[in-house]
């Protein structure tokens, strides 16, 4: 079983990519010009077969995001590559759901409206919950390739060329950054969070969690989030048409503090707020953050991404519990991480009894062989340490001491 390892400032490297960054980074290659948003919409433009055009909603993230990604993310050649290739897919997707859904009217069905939203800070056992609800046939899960690209193609029957895509993608990221997959395992066929069409608009936490961009981090902090909803209403909307209406089981933790915007899109929703103690979420989260950074520059920096996102997840929860406070959310269950972890099944229960489903046997057991199947096939051993990012215990619970007593939250011995 491969253990992660905890040298984040000198990333895992493959050696022909090791070299190749050695020889090109000298001569500027690939040039940063590479990442001019202009370029970028130029070339999703020409790969889809279109002219460029404007698009108000994402013309002025998307340049925040190319200068950041120039002028403060430290890219290695390969990183430079690697997100101007995501940068362009981003874009292509984006121009293919909005020709696809044009002139078509929004689906404004129940099931739509009200889907199960799990969420909570990362690694308080989000992606565990939405996969074990995820095997009930009666719900609708988002799928990693659909993530990747939502609108189908033309001439693909079976979307067997939006799965292959997945795949290679999922074949490249193990090949860079194997010790991901302990962290976050990935499936190109898997259940996924939507976090990936959210970030179709660029209003997400999705460029942080990978590069230091600080100027758009900036942007991104005061920027209304309702467009990138309104694309995840759409996007949902169109996959949910081959087969029908069903239920989405929904899950990321960005949704944490937009709570009210997810309410007045998804007015019907339920959500899932899953607590875990800080001590544990922080530096799981930012040793995956470190990994994922590790992937494009050779300057990860894990005290400024410690620091950050402890900064970042104390404002979340103070934010969700004013929503809940306040009434703007949608109705909330808790479910604590250790209670899930000792009962999946009783707490499945008391999700099903808030979301009123009915738990007949048959998906009882669906659920319980999904539970089994997770535990067989373990990626890794995921290793961190607070320390490892500039933080200690008392600094975690300071930040959290509110979170912490509200719901009851006990930190388990190391």
Request: proline share 9%; glycine share 6%; hydrophobic share 45%.
């Given at each position: 079983?491969?253990?992660?390892?905890?040298h984040?400032?000198?990333p895992?490297?493959?050696?022909?990519?090791?070299l190749?960054?050695?020889?090109?980074?000298?001569?500027?290659?690939?040039?940063?010009?590479?990442?001019?948003?202009?370029?970028?919409?130029?070339?999703?433009?020409?790969?889809e077969?279109?002219?460029?055009?404007?698009?108000?909603?994402l013309?002025?993230?998307?340049?925040?995001?190319?200068?950041?990604?120039?002028?403060?993310?430290?890219?290695?050649?390969l990183?430079?590559?690697?997100?101007?290739?995501?940068?362009?897919?981003?874009?292509?997707?984006?121009?293919?759901?909005?020709?696809?859904?044009?002139?078509?009217?929004?689906?404004?069905?129940?099931?739509?409206?009200?889907?199960?939203?799990?969420?909570?800070?990362p690694?308080?056992?989000?992606?565990?919950?939405?996969?074990?609800?995820?095997?009930?046939?009666?719900?609708?899960a988002?799928?990693?390739?659909?993530?990747?690209?939502?609108?189908?193609?033309?001439?693909?029957?079976?979307?067997?060329?939006?799965?292959?895509?997945?795949?290679?993608?999922?074949?490249?990221?193990?090949?860079?950054?194997?010790?991901?997959?302990?962290?976050?395992?990935?499936?190109?066929?898997?259940?996924?969070?939507?976090?990936?069409?959210?970030?179709?608009a660029?209003?997400?936490?999705?460029a942080?969690?990978?590069?230091?961009?600080?100027?758009?981090?900036?942007?991104?902090?005061?920027?209304?989030?309702?467009?990138?909803?309104?694309?995840?209403?759409?996007?949902?909307?169109?996959?949910?048409?081959?087969?029908?209406?069903?239920?989405?089981?929904?899950?990321?933790?960005?949704?944490?503090?937009?709570?009210?915007?997810?309410?007045?899109?998804?007015?019907?929703?339920?959500?899932?707020?899953?607590?875990?103690?800080?001590?544990?979420?922080?530096?799981?989260?930012?040793?995956?953050?470190?990994?994922?950074h590790?992937?494009?520059?050779?300057?990860?920096?894990?005290?400024?991404?410690?620091?950050?996102?402890?900064?970042?997840?104390?404002a979340?929860?103070?934010?969700?519990?004013?929503?809940?406070?306040?009434?703007?959310?949608?109705?909330?269950?808790d479910?604590?991480?250790?209670?899930?972890?000792?009962?999946?099944?009783?707490?499945v229960?008391?999700?099903?009894?808030?979301?009123g489903?009915?738990?007949p046997?048959?998906?009882?057991?669906?659920?319980?062989?999904?539970?089994?199947?997770?535990?067989?096939?373990?990626?890794?051993?995921h290793?961190?340490?607070?320390?490892?990012?500039?933080?200690?215990?008392?600094?975690?619970?300071e930040?959290?001491?509110?979170?912490?007593?509200?719901?009851?939250?006990?930190?388990?011995?190391?």
């Amino acid at each position: 079983m491969r253990t992660t390892s905890r040298h984040y400032r000198t990333p895992y490297r493959p050696w022909p990519v090791a070299l190749a960054n050695r020889v090109l980074a000298p001569l500027g290659l690939p040039p940063s010009s590479g990442l001019a948003a202009d370029a970028l919409r130029a070339a999703a433009a020409r790969a889809e077969g279109l002219d460029p055009s404007p698009d108000p909603e994402l013309d002025e993230p998307l340049d925040v995001l190319c200068a950041s990604l120039r002028e403060e993310a430290r890219l290695t050649p390969l990183g430079r590559l690697v997100q101007r290739q995501r940068l362009i897919g981003l874009l292509r997707a984006r121009l293919r759901l909005q020709h696809a859904v044009r002139g078509v009217p929004a689906p404004d069905d129940e099931a739509l409206s009200s889907p199960l939203v799990i969420t909570g800070l990362p690694r308080t056992g989000t992606t565990f919950l939405h996969r074990l609800l995820a095997a009930d046939p009666r719900l609708r899960a988002l799928r990693s390739w659909e993530a990747i690209a939502p609108a189908p193609l033309p001439d693909d029957p079976g979307d067997a060329r939006r799965r292959a895509a997945a795949r290679r993608n999922e074949q490249a990221l193990r090949y860079l950054a194997p010790d991901f997959f302990a962290v976050h395992p990935i499936d190109a066929e898997g259940v996924e969070e939507e976090v990936l069409l959210l970030d179709l608009a660029l209003r997400t936490n999705v460029a942080p969690a990978t590069c230091h961009v600080p100027a758009f981090e900036a942007w991104l902090a005061t920027a209304d989030r309702t467009p990138a909803y309104a694309l995840l209403r759409q996007a949902l909307g169109l996959l949910s048409a081959p087969a029908g209406p069903r239920r989405w089981v929904l899950k990321t933790p960005d949704h944490l503090p937009f709570l009210d915007v997810l309410a007045s899109v998804f007015p019907g929703a339920r959500v899932i707020h899953t607590h875990r103690h800080p001590r544990e979420t922080t530096g799981s989260f930012a040793s995956m953050v470190a990994h994922a950074h590790g992937l494009c520059t050779d300057a990860v920096d894990p005290e400024r991404i410690g620091r950050s996102w402890l900064t970042q997840h104390a404002a979340w929860v103070r934010t969700a519990q004013a929503h809940r406070d306040q009434g703007t959310a949608p109705p909330v269950l808790d479910v604590r991480y250790d209670d899930l972890m000792a009962d999946p099944l009783r707490e499945v229960a008391r999700i099903y009894a808030f979301a009123g489903l009915a738990l007949p046997d048959d998906v009882q057991a669906r659920i319980a062989a999904a539970r089994e199947a997770g535990s067989r096939h373990a990626p890794g051993r995921h290793r961190y340490a607070l320390e490892d990012f500039g933080l200690s215990a008392g600094e975690v619970d300071e930040a959290f001491a509110d979170y912490v007593a509200r719901f009851d939250l006990a930190p388990r011995a190391r």
